[in-house]
Each structure stands twice: as structure tokens, then as C-alpha cells.
Nanobody, 113 residues
């Protein structure tokens, strides 16, 4: 089992970006998955979570702007981010919580002019 993030990059304020996590070997219908982020000098924080049943939870700072979704057939978990601002700049990580406690290597998102 491994998690591989993709889709990061440089985007202007107000722009959108979609991150994808390839979760090979993870049965998404049975496992919750999360996206975390870590900005320079700050602790890692949870951004969004989706349960095995598809229920979602978001950090207050991203509610209404970010959407987490999953595709069981493709074993992917996406994070669609819109109305991005410089405070969203961070390394974004995909995470499988629980006994596996698995993390991807992260993908950099930079919001800047």
C-alpha cells in the first residue's frame, strides 16, 4: 500500500487547483482518507476528511472552498481547491489514518502572484 500525491503547483490568488492521491491497495469504501497540509514554520493540520461511507469533514479555514472526493474504482482521493489565497500555500499530504497510519510524500501548492 502506498499513497502518491500529484497536482500541486503555482497558482494565482483566486485560482483553483485539484490535487489527487493515488491510494493503491486501499479499499476506499472501507477506509476514511484525509488531506493534510503543512505551511513553513507551522504544524501539520487536517484540511479535509472523507469517511468510507463518503461523509466529509473540513477545516473551518477551507469550508466552502475545498471539496474532497473519492473514486473507488480508480483508488483515488481528490481535493478540489478554489478561491485560493496565499495562506493556502503549503505542502499537501494524503493520509490513511488508523492502524496503517500511512502518509504520502506530499505535493507543494504555492499561491502567489
Amino acid at each position: 500500500v502506498q499513497l502518491v500525491e500529484s497536482g500541486g503547483g503555482l497558482v494565482q490568488p483566486g485560482g483553483s487547483l485539484t490535487l489527487s492521491c493515488a491510494a493503491d491497495g486501499v479499499i476506499l469504501s472501507r477506509n476514511g482518507m484525509a488531506w493534510y497540509r503543512q505551511a513553513p514554520g507551522k504544524e501539520r493540520e487536517m484540511v479535509a476528511f472523507i469517511s468510507g461511507a463518503g461523509n466529509t469533514t473540513y477545516a473551518d479555514s477551507v469550508k466552502g472552498r475545498f471539496t474532497i472526493s473519492k473514486n473507488g474504482a480508480e483508488s483515488t482521493v481528490d481535493l478540489h481547491m478554489s478561491d485560493l489565497n496565499p495562506e493556502d500555500t503549503a505542502i499537501y499530504y494524503c493520509h490513511l489514518p488508523g492502524p496503517a497510519n500511512l502518509w504520502g510524500r506530499g505535493t507543494q501548492v504555492t499561491v502567489s502572484t
